[in-house]
């Protein structure tokens, strides 16, 4: 699990209904059991930095000392500095239980030369976990220096401080414990790191439901990538849009709008000559490519394989109309762009153009379907009842036919890829208008464009998408059109916007 995994699912099981204090409150609790473990009875220093980490030592201090412990807690941080709110929370409690009738001592340490040489059977190293950056700064680097001084037992919290919870690399120093009890899953970091700075590793199960990490929610957006403010025009994703035909303009164009609202920066539509007259009307923010003829033909190939190359991310589909000649001229682009690993979006007509055995084993695939288009995509004879987790493992095997990601769409969207599943329950009735489906893939190839991978796409764009369908539908109802959505995109991606 990387960190920003961890995070996400920590605050999706808030979205859930979990209160962080929850978390927290099992957190410490575990901590102080694994403490238990060691030695019945003594002296613990726990040592507690700025954030939610230094909460958990703040949590365990208490159940320790209700467990019988002498309690000695090092304040690293001063309240003023402390900004996890649970942490505060929990630290006003310790705060609350002085003056202690005996053992238990809260210790400000306002400046590095104030750590004293510990004297205790147990430390707790509740300093830095998921949420260290860089180079650790004073106290905290002198604390760890006197921690791995200390003739100790030294349990970890969540991650040994100082170590880089993603790649478990030691910039600088880090604690090197005896025991590291991480929460809720294996950090990839602590897997790869030197058993001398984790020491034994157990991983311990604080209440976030696995429902926390199959239904998408506000956590997921911390995915997005974060825009470099350095970039330069371009950087930030450009999107090839194929699609449009003599009867289709529309769709192409939401497809194209919806991009540029998630954030890539440059989107071309290539499509037939009479659709791109009336895209060049509906909006001076997409580039228009137009391409001889009435439907997307053979003669075509080339100037779509010139555009897809200088191109991110590439969606096909569309409004593009069902012509066999554009079949056979999206099956030649398709072999193409597999060769070079381009991400691609394959929705609507394409996917009835084109079969899953033509993409079987195209990795940076993203296919759109709906139930129909599912069941000829993969050619399934009947439909696929039961219960939901029947249905899922009966999706599961049947996209497991493609190595690409299978998003598809549903009152719960299911996002499918070679075993992992999420779901979606964003959205709303009022979503079925023309139009919708082309949001959704306008915004899962602008994200690819963007550099998240297929499987994050198109898990968030179903999210963002479906978030953006319901705050519409608070404005319009059901008389919501599809491009009413593309304002409330941007909205739809901000955390603060789910009360979070
Ligand atoms: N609901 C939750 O969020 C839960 C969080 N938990 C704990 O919270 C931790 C994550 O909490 P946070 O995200 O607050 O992060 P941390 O507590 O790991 O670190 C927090 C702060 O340390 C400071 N910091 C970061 N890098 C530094 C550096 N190089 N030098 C000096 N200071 C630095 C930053 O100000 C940062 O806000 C987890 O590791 C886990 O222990 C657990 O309580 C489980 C529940
Ligand atoms: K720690």
């Known amino acids: 699990m990387k960190p920003v995994d961890m995070n996400a699912a920590d605050m999706n099981a808030e979205y859930l209904g979990i209160p962080g204090l929850s ?9 102080a059991e694994e403490v238990r473990g060691v030695t019945s009875r003594g002296r613990v220093a726990v040592f507690c930095g700025p954030g939610g980490n230094g909460g958990d030592g703040f949590v365990a201090a208490r159940h320790l000392l209700n467990m019988g412990f002498d309690v000695d807690v090092y304040l690293l941080a001063h309240p003023s500095r402390i900004r996890s709110g ?11 239980m002085q003056p202690h009738p005996g053992g238990f001592n809260i210790i400000m340490i ?36 006197v921690i791995n001084r200390a003739d100790s037992f030294r349990v970890s919290v969540d991650v040994p401080s100082g170590l880089n919870p993603a790649d478990g690399t030691v910039e600088d120093v880090a604690v090197s414990a005896d025991l590291t009890v991480t929460f809720h899953r294996m950090k990839d970091g602590l897997r790869e790191a030197d058993p001398a700075v984790t020491g034994e590793v157990v991983v311990a199960d604080i209440g976030i439901p696995g429902a926390a990490e199959v239904f998408l929610g506000p956590g997921d957006l911390l995915r997005l990538p974060s825009r470099d403010p350095g970039s330069h025009k371009g950087e930030n994703g450009r999107v090839l849009v194929v699609g449009g035909s003599r009867y289709y303009s529309g769709a192409p164009a939401l497809a194209g709008l919806s991009a540029l609202r998630i954030g890539a920066d ?32 053979l003669g075509a190939v080339d100037e779509i394989m010139e555009l897809a190359e200088a191109s991110d991310s590439v969606l096909m589909g569309c409004g593009a109309g069902t012509d ?6 999206f099956l030649k682009i398709i072999g193409k762009l597999e060769g070079t690993g381009k991400p691609l979006v394959l929705d609507a007509d394409a996917l009835k153009l084109v079969h899953a055995s033509d993409v079987a084993g195209y990795r940076e695939l993203v296919v759109t379907p709906h139930m129909g288009e599912f069941r000829k995509f993969f050619s399934l004879k009947s439909e696929i009842y039961g219960d939901m987790n029947e249905r899922i493992t009966a999706f599961q095997s049947v996209s497991s036919r493609i190595r690409g990601t299978v998003l598809l769409k549903g009152r719960t969207d299911i996002i499918l890829q070679e075993g992992r599943v999420r779901l979606n329950r964003t959205g709303c009735p009022a979503m079925t208008v023309g139009g919708t489906g082309d949001c959704l893939a306008g915004v899962t190839v602008g994200l690819m464009a963007m550099g998240l991978s297929p499987f994050d796409s198109a898990a968030l764009a179903s999210f963002i998408n479906g978030s953006a369908g319901e705050i519409a539908a608070d404005r319009y109802g059901d008389g919501l059109k599809a491009s009413d959505i593309l304002e409330f995109i941007p909205r739809a991606m901000k955390i603060e916007s789910y009360g979070l």
């Open 266 to 297: 440059l989107v071309t539509v290539a499509c037939p000559t009479r659709a791109a007259a009336a895209l060049r009307s509906t909006s001076p923010d997409l580039i228009v490519r137009e391409l001889e003829g009435d439907h997307i033909s």
């Open 324 to 329: 066999p000649e554009t079949g056979e001229a």
């Open 86 to 96: 649970d942490a505060l929370q929990n630290l006003r409690v310790l705060e609350a």
């Open 23 to 31: 978390l927290m409150e099992n957190a410490g609790r575990v901590i």
């Open 110 to 145: 306002n400046d590095s030369s104030e750590i004293p040489e510990v004297d205790a059977d147990v430390i707790v190293d509740a300093i830095l976990g998921t949420g260290v950056h860089g180079r650790i700064r004073e106290p905290y680097r002198s604390a760890i220096k």
